[in-house]
């Protein structure tokens, strides 16, 4: 699986961030999300696709 992530699209939620805190921070700044990894570490994937799913900007999309 690839994460992509649009943060021109994000509302910084932080919906992504508790859904799946080893694939996704936030910026200090203004609470824009950012990308930890580009693929999910072995066993995350399923909060990967919760993240992606709970995203109320629908700023994360998936590639299996």
């Known amino acids: 699986m690839r994460i992509d992530l649009d943060q021109d699209r994000c509302v910084a939620s932080g919906q992504c961030v508790l859904a799946a805190p080893d694939a ?34 629908l700023a994360i999309r998936l590639a299996e």
């Open 24 to 57: 996704f921070d936030q910026r200090e700044e203004d609470g824009i999300a950012v990308l930890l990894v580009e693929e999910p570490p072995a066993g995350a994937e399923e909060d990967v696709r919760q993240a992606a799913t709970v995203c109320p900007a």
